[in-house]
């Protein structure tokens, strides 16, 4: 089950369940958190929550083509470097490393016990599907990055697990690591959505597939084949 919020033709904030039989259901919240907050309550899971308000009803007709908004509105977007060993190398390479005998920051982070963690956005430079985003007029190649983001609680609790565009300067960040948030935060540079899987519905996380396309006048110019699980 997927948790979608969009404008309606009134433009207030819609929360909608979307099954796996592609039914879509309106669910009396107008938040995610509300939602989960709802269901921690009742001492359900959010799934069984939502069932509740969908098993008696019947399902909207919804084209989407209304303003889809972020499913959450995070207050902080944090994101993981280095996270599998071509993106150590790829790193290695754009800072001018990479040598056999030389042994970097991007080597020892990924061996470390410790992650890299860094922050990546806020609510207000975070878009939704189909919203724009932007590029820096001080860099000269930047990237979108297509990622698997993780919707947690405070206590770091996964309650679902949702796609994202963490745009970055690869140009900035290779000239010196130290420049990491000048590479990856600025306005409408990171986009979530549309949709949340909740968490309890999803057995193999790592069997999710990630693609990224590219379009430019309407047409693709590029596409990223999903890969069947991360390395």
């Known amino acids: 089950m997927r948790i979608i919020r969009f404008l309606n033709e009134s433009k207030v904030p819609v929360l909608v369940a979307l099954t796996d039989e592609n039914e879509v259901y309106e669910l009396p919240f107008t938040d995610f958190m509300e939602l989960i907050r709802t269901a921690e309550d009742q001492?359900?899971?959010?799934?069984?929550?939502a069932e509740r308000f969908i098993q008696d009803a019947i399902p909207v007709n919804v084209s989407f083509e209304h303003q889809l908004l972020v499913p959450i509105e995070a207050p902080e977007v944090w994101a993981a470097g280095v996270t599998y060993e071509k993106?150590?190398?790829?790193?290695n390479h754009e800072s001018g490393g990479g040598k056999p005998e030389a042994v970097t920051c991007y080597?020892?982070?990924?061996?470390a016990p410790?992650?890299?963690i860094f922050f990546k956005?806020?609510?207000?430079?975070?878009?939704?599907?189909?919203?724009?985003?932007?590029?820096?007029?001080?860099s000269n190649w930047q990237i979108p990055e297509p990622e698997l983001g993780l919707v947690i609680d405070r206590n770091g609790k996964i309650l679902g697990y949702t796609i994202g565009n963490d745009m970055s300067s690869r140009d900035i960040e290779g000239e010196n690591?130290?420049?990491l948030p000048q590479a990856?935060?600025?306005?409408?540079?990171?986009?979530?959505?549309?949709?949340?899987r909740l968490a309890e519905t999803v057995s193999?996380?790592?069997?999710?597939?990630?693609?990224?396309?590219?379009?430019?006048?309407?047409?693709?110019?590029?596409?990223?084949?999903?890969q069947a699980r991360a390395s």
């Open 87 to 91: 993106s150590k190398d790829a790193r």
């Open 177 to 179: 690591p130290l420049y």
């Open 43 to 49: 001492q359900v899971a959010p799934s069984a929550l």
């Open 121 to 138: 956005s806020t609510a207000a430079r975070t878009v939704g599907p189909k919203g724009p985003v932007y590029l820096r007029s001080d």
């Open 184 to 196: 990856k935060i600025w306005r409408n540079s990171c986009s979530i959505g549309p949709a949340i």
């Open 204 to 226: 193999d996380p790592y069997g999710f597939r990630i693609a990224c396309r590219i379009f430019r006048g309407g047409e693709a110019r590029w596409w990223k084949a999903p």
């Open 107 to 111: 080597d020892k982070v990924y061996d």
């Open 114 to 116: 410790r992650p890299e």
